[in-house]
């Protein structure tokens, strides 16, 4: 495929890098810019990160061009970009903006302190004649370096007839540079009151806001730390077996049904299954869990995941952007990029914000010129100019996005995949948690939970006569029978006129002996009597266990009952959740003895049981028709009309399967505890966000006004258009400096 051909190929979602947005309005219009490409659907831009999330059948050139007539850049950005080489443009780019930084307040400090001290010579007057003048130059040429991107992004954004942070730094520092020039070229017909030149405050205002936006860079760095860390999961190379040779190729070589060897100590490259050898894998930053798991043949293993002391071979079952890991960053990126409510609120403002700005500094002007004292022009472009520094609603574009980017990364870290923004909103304000019973509250993986033996007879030899006669059988209960028996070391021994008998067990010979193994049914069936064992019988079964009965020879040897256990910290889970006022309820299509009995150890008194999987959605339905905002938790695939209908639907899984499809949140490592906790991150971050919005709105509020002179008819006090800058520029840097507290929340 050619160039020109892969440019027009259209598909379904991709994410640009936006180059040269500097505040909340540039969003706007970016979004406007590419929403009216043909064959777009949906576009969410992300101001934290600088990017812009695009779906439908798009023209990837179409895009480009839209973006750059709207007065920006913009490049496609691949799945799993380079980490080093991102860190490195944003170095670049901090650096870049602290040396302007640095080039302004090396001139712009000591013209300051020079006029402070009164060093400096009369405009107008003898040396003055000389100096200023050059000042003048000297201050042009700083412009042009320190701040050209300001006044190319604002004549930009004026030939499509918008506006944004650009236009207020350029209106700002240029007429401050273009009133000190006029002042020296008609400074004989001005009074002396009125003959100051602002060129240090253009300057400074420069300095201090390249520094403010090269300190935003660095903290808005930290905050995509957690995706940095998962694309640097993913090795560049992978060992394949091909033709019986082993070689390393780089990971985009790696094709489907392709053998590859793990060594001891390293990365595994991509998705897969095991068909030698065995081993222990760390998946922590993947699923949260610090143990590592114990992988043998016919595991499947994940790329990303650090193999520890063995070695072994696996075949790719996925790959490239298919991995669970590229699924993941995927779906992070999703949410880190997607708006909330509280988020729309702002975007909202922000796109008025700053033509209303601009129309303030115009008012204020006028009213100074007309009412102010001598000189009235000078005290109306100060005040004027004053406003549009100080206005700048880059604390108002970042309050949102920059705490969901922070909040859904330290999620990823827990094991907690946030696909939806919205859900780190809603789970918070959760009154309501649905709980599924297998696979969610149990392990849902039979397991022995009790071995019985009648008379003389011992555990071991039950087991090793049920490990036998299942040994042939391809029941799920078999499989945790046989386990149990390996467990002890109990080997199965082979069997003869094997029969399964459906609904009731498996019949066979060992060694001459009859064998039965199952429910009374297969006993009353076979002649045996048991009658003496059934209240026994009915205890197992009231605590959700499933007892099988075994006899030799027509005689009973002993009951074993097998369970789906409930999760270690399923108990303590639901207790949290209880602990903060939510209602829990567990829904099962299992029957009422099985789901009481679970229900009873997990601490959960609210039970729906034998409930079918599509009546599940009605129930959440119920729920919400009641008021109660629900959350739904079950496995993502048999559960996900319920998940769809929930207010936040939380998937159990492993994040490789339709789980990661069906849910607003995914609980990669399955464990309940996961829940609160991620209830907890939500509550965190609506309160972080609300501080950075009424931080923002609060400064551009109180400061307008200061700025527009509010204070002087009371107090004498006129802002300095200096201290505006700074201002403006740490009011940026204090958002993300909030918002990156959620890193560390526990």
């Not at 300051?112 to 130059?137: D, R, S, T, Y």
């Not at 075949?315 to 880190?336: E, H, M, N, Y």
């Not at 000078?378 to 100080?390: D, P, Q, R």
């Not at 789970?427 to 309501?432: E, N, P, R, V």
């Amino acid at each position: 495929m050619s160039i020109a051909e892969e440019s027009t190929t259209p598909v379904a979602e991709l994410r640009l890098s936006i180059l040269g947005m500097r505040c909340a309005g540039c969003v706007a219009g970016v979004e406007v810019a590419l929403a009216s490409v043909p064959g777009v659907t949906a576009v969410s831009v992300n101001f934290a990160d600088h990017s812009a999330r695009v779906t439908g059948n798009i023209d990837v050139e179409l895009l480009k061009t839209a973006v750059k007539e709207a007065g920006y850049d913009a490049a496609v950005m691949e799945g799993l970009e380079d980490p080093a080489v991102q860190e490195q443009q944003e170095l670049a780019r901090y650096r870049d903006l602290l040396k302007k930084a640095s080039v302004a307040a090396a001139f712009g400090v000591p013209l300051m302190l020079a006029e402070h001290l009164g060093w400096l010579p009369e405009i107008g007057v003898g040396a003055g004649g000389w100096f200023w003048p050059l000042v003048a130059m000297l201050t042009f040429a700083i412009l042009k370096y320190s701040g050209g991107h300001f006044f190319t992004g604002a004549l930009k954004m004026l030939s499509v007839r918008q506006a944004n942070m650009d236009t207020l730094i350029a209106l700002g520092t240029g007429s401050a540079w273009l009133y000190s020039c006029v002042m020296i070229d008609y400074s004989a017909a001005l009074p002396s009151i009125a003959k100051h030149a602002y060129f240090e405050a253009s300057v400074m205002i420069l300095a201090f806001i390249n520094l403010g936006s090269a300190l935003e860079t660095l903290a808005r760095g930290k905050t995509s730390s957690a995706i940095r860390q998962l694309i640097g999961l993913q090795p560049r190379t992978a060992r394949v077996i091909r033709e019986g040779q082993e070689l390393d190729i780089p990971i985009e070589e790696v094709g489907l049904g392709e053998t590859l060897r793990v060594r001891p100590g390293e990365k595994i490259a991509v998705d897969g299954l095991i068909i030698e050898g065995h081993s222990s894998v760390d998946e922590s930053m993947l699923t949260g869990e610090s143990m590592p798991v114990e992988k043998t043949v016919g595991a499947n293993v994940v790329a990303g995941s650090m193999n520890q002391q063995g070695s072994f071979l696996f075949t790719a079952t996925r790959i490239g952007r298919d991995t669970a890991l590229a699924q993941i960053i995927k779906s992070v990126r999703q949410a880190q990029s997607s708006k909330p409510e509280i988020a729309k609120l702002a975007d909202k403002i922000s796109a008025v914000f700053v033509p209303a700005v601009v129309g303030i500094s115009a008012f204020t002007f006028l009213i100074w010129w007309l009412f102010g004292p001598t000189p009235s022009i000078g005290y109306a472009f100060v005040t004027s100019m004053t406003v549009l520094v100080i206005a700048c609603p880059c604390a108002l574009g970042l309050a949102t996005p920059i705490s969901i980017m922070v909040a859904v990364g330290r999620a990823a870290q827990s094991g907690i995949l946030i696909r939806k923004g919205e859900a780190l909103q809603t789970a918070g304000k959760l009154t309501c948690v649905i709980l599924d019973k297998t696979g969610t509250v149990t392990a849902g993986k039979p397991s022995v939970a009790s071995v019985l033996p009648f008379g003389t007879h011992s555990e071991n030899e039950v087991l090793a006569f049920a490990a036998s006669i299942e040994s042939g059988s391809e029941h799920p209960l078999a499989a945790a029978i046989i386990a149990a028996a390996s467990a002890q070391d109990i080997k199965a021994q082979k069997v003869t006129q094997f029969a399964a008998i459906l609904g009731q067990g498996v019949t066979a010979q060992l060694d001459g002996k009859s064998i039965a193994f199952g429910n009374r049914a297969l006993m009353d069936a076979q002649g045996i009597k048991y009658t003496r064992h059934v209240k026994k019988l009915e205890q197992l079964a009231v605590l959700g266990q499933t007892p099988m009965l075994l006899a030799v020879d027509k005689k009973m040897l002993g009951i074993i009952a097998v369970a789906d256990p409930i999760k270690k910290d399923s108990a303590v889970a639901v207790q949290q959740l209880k602990d903060d006022g939510i209602r829990v309820i567990m829904v099962t299509g299992d029957n009422q003895i099985t789901a009481h009995a679970i229900a009873r150890q997990a601490g959960i008194v609210e039970i729906r049981a034998q409930v079918l999987p599509q009546d599940k959605m009605a129930i959440v339905k119920e729920l919400q028709q009641a008021g109660e905002i629900v959350g739904m938790v079950g496995d993502g695939i048999n559960d996900a009309p319920a998940l769809a209908q929930a207010d936040v639907g939380f998937a159990i899984g492993s994040g490789t399967d339709v789980a990661i499809e069906s849910a607003d949140v995914v609980i990669l490592q399955g464990s309940l505890l996961k829940i609160p906790e991620a209830i907890a991150l939500s509550k965190a971050t609506v309160l972080n966000i609300k501080q950075n919005l009424l931080g923002a709105f609060f400064y551009n509020t109180l400061s307008i006004p200061v700025a527009a002179g509010l204070l002087y008819p009371l107090f004498g006090v006129l802002l300095n258009p200096m201290i505006a800058g700074l201002a403006m520029a740490m009011s940026s840097v204090t958002v993300v400096a909030n918002a990156n507290r959620l890193r560390w929340i526990k």
